[in-house]
């Protein structure tokens, strides 16, 4: 049981708790689902996940995503919404 405060967790690690909010960084395209994901069976596993990280909100989800990241060479571009 995970006790009362603030707590970081990755999608994995909160299984099976429920919490009063859920916030999700990174809700855009090439993040989620993760990019590395071409097949139709990722895609839906990388779907599946964030269902499981939406459904374990009480009361509310927040979805953040960048309105301008920088790319590996440092140039900045806007990222695409997510694609699911």
Do not use: W
Not at 8 to 29: I, M, R, W, Y
Not at 30 to 50: N, Q
Not at 63 to 78: F, N, V
Request: hydrophobic content about 35%; glycine content about 14%; cysteine-free.
């Amino acid at each position: 049981m995970i006790g009362p405060g603030v707590h970081l967790l990755n999608a994995h690690t909160g299984k099976g708790q429920q919490l009063d909010s859920v916030g999700v960084p990174g809700f855009e395209g090439f993040r989620i689902p993760d990019g590395r994901a071409e097949s139709e069976p990722e895609l839906r596993e990388e779907l599946h996940v964030g269902l499981v990280m939406l459904s374990h909100a009480r009361h509310g989800v927040v979805l953040s995503g960048a309105a301008e990241r920088l790319s590996e060479r440092g140039k900045p571009y806007q990222p695409d919404v997510s694609r699911r």
